[in-house]
């Protein structure tokens, strides 16, 4: 079956109090564009994320605002700040990195929460079955074109509030030459 494919920059999360510290106390995230999965958003508001080695400017703030704070990065992103964080899911952040967050109005200092990102499909509970997925919490897809492939490891995230959407890092879509909306194929 065909799956749409978006990719995935690098970017923040932030809790309510982070974004103070960063930002001011009356600051609230304003929505630079919607992003394909249900209610969430790339905002306007930018910051730096910096190591002892090394930083990036310019990095995103996604919304809504989490109930914990996390960086998501690149492999090429974490040779630039000197860092090797772990590939995780979403939220799984015990054991991970820490980072320097820089915001216009004041620095966080986080002890874990910077990773590189799982390969994953946003799937509703209804399209696993209709997709006849039951069983599998991991799935390959197939790249067609120039320099295609098979992108293994890309977890199923089931959730009721899911857009049909494989998404994937910088490194992964240079590698395959794909853009934010190729199609691929779920073997």
């Known amino acids: 079956m065909k799956v749409s494919i978006g990719v995935s920059n690098r970017h923040v999360h932030l809790t309510e109090e ?92 986080i002890e874990e929460g910077c990773i590189i990102p799982s390969r994953h499909i946003h799937i509703l509970p209804n399209q696993v079955s209709m997709y006849g997925l039951e069983g599998r919490d991991m799935v390959s897809v197939k790249i067609n074109g120039e320099k295609g492939g098979i992108i293994n490891n890309v977890h199923l995230k089931v959730s009721d509030k899911a857009f049909f959407e494989l998404h994937i890092d910088t490194d992964d879509a240079n590698a395959h030459l794909i853009k934010n909306g190729d199609i691929g194929e779920i073997i």
């Open 18 to 109: 982070h974004l103070k510290i960063l930002f001011g106390n009356d600051f609230k995230l304003e929505k630079k564009n919607d992003l394909t999965q249900p209610l969430q958003f790339a905002s306007t508001s930018l910051v730096t994320i910096k190591t002892t080695k090394s930083q990036i400017d310019n990095v995103r703030v996604l919304g809504p605002l989490r109930s914990y704070t996390q960086v998501e990065i690149s492999k090429t992103d974490a040779y630039k700040l000197g860092i090797n964080p772990p590939v995780r899911d979403s939220g799984d952040l015990e054991g991970s990195i820490g980072i320097t967050i820089i915001g216009p109005n004041g620095v966080v200092e």
